[in-house]
């Protein structure tokens, strides 16, 4: 089967499934040496066409991804469109992707939620206030309804906007400091960890001496299981914090 992926979670997803070396093409983004579409939101359809796909995997979970959904539609090119927000729903991508590539999806999709079973069956009796960044100019943050949000909670710690309703927002500087941050997690979508400055943060007005941790984005920006390195990583973190970083339950 000739699979073309159009963002870096399917793609990852794909790899998960060990469906690797159907894929023929992916956006700019992937970390996967296929024949190369243009970045995610400007896909060259042309090339994609001229690789005469069998199934092509969309993702909504990219804002701007309508675009070449239509492309497709005019196309008349096979496709499926994924859209994960939290844990659940990456299982159920994971599933999605294997059904629409003719392989089995359900052990994959039981493995995910047997990884994920060890963290959530913790309790925790102080948690970490953290403040995730996505983009820091504006700043946009995950809101509640984001797998960030659920992956903070595993680890002990809380999205100190988890109380919007939301996979994604925008704020302000003032906002976030009424919050009261003990942790500043930076993982800008797109942007490698040696690019992203701290001094950024620390530049803002009003910021005194919260920690500021640089986090490789495709273990935490990307709804695949990849994710799952984040959340060791993030648990790792925290663990080490926690003598410090107390807070009672609200």
């Not at 469109?81 to 059904?99: K, M, R, Y």
């Not at 003719?102 to 309790?123: C, F, H, I, N, V």
Request: proline share 7%; aromatic share 8%.
């Amino acid at each position: 089967m000739r699979i073309v992926s159009l963002c870096p979670s399917n793609t990852e997803v794909c790899q998960y499934l060990g469906l690797e070396e159907q894929i023929v093409g992916v956006d700019d983004f992937s970390d996967l040496e296929r024949t190369r579409l243009g970045p995610d939101l400007a896909i060259d359809m042309k090339k994609l066409a001229a690789l005469q796909p069998d199934m092509v995997l969309a993702s909504l979970s990219v804002p701007g991804m309508e675009k070449n959904i239509e492309a497709l539609d005019q196309l008349g090119i096979p496709y499926i469109v994924t859209n994960p927000h939290s844990l659940d729903d990456i299982g159920h991508s994971i599933e999605q992707i294997a059904e629409a590539c003719r392989t089995d999806g359900r052990e994959a999709r039981s493995k995910w939620m047997r990884a994920l079973q060890p963290y959530r069956s913790r309790e925790w009796t102080d948690r970490v206030r953290l403040y995730w960044e996505w983009w820091p100019k504006p700043l946009f943050t995950p809101g509640g309804t984001n797998w960030l949000t659920e992956i903070s909670t595993l680890c002990g710690g809380i999205n100190v906007f988890e109380d919007r309703l939301m996979p994604s927002l925008q704020t302000d500087w003032e906002t976030v400091l009424e919050k009261k941050p003990d942790v500043i997690l930076l993982a800008w979508v797109g942007v490698m960890t040696s690019k992203v400055n701290i001094d950024i943060i620390r530049k803002r007005p009003g910021y005194e001496e919260t920690p500021v941790f640089i986090l490789e984005e495709k273990y935490f920006c990307r709804p695949s299981p990849n994710l799952l390195k984040g959340i060791e990583t993030l648990d790792k973190l925290l663990q080490n914090k926690k003598t410090t970083l107390k807070r009672p339950l609200p």
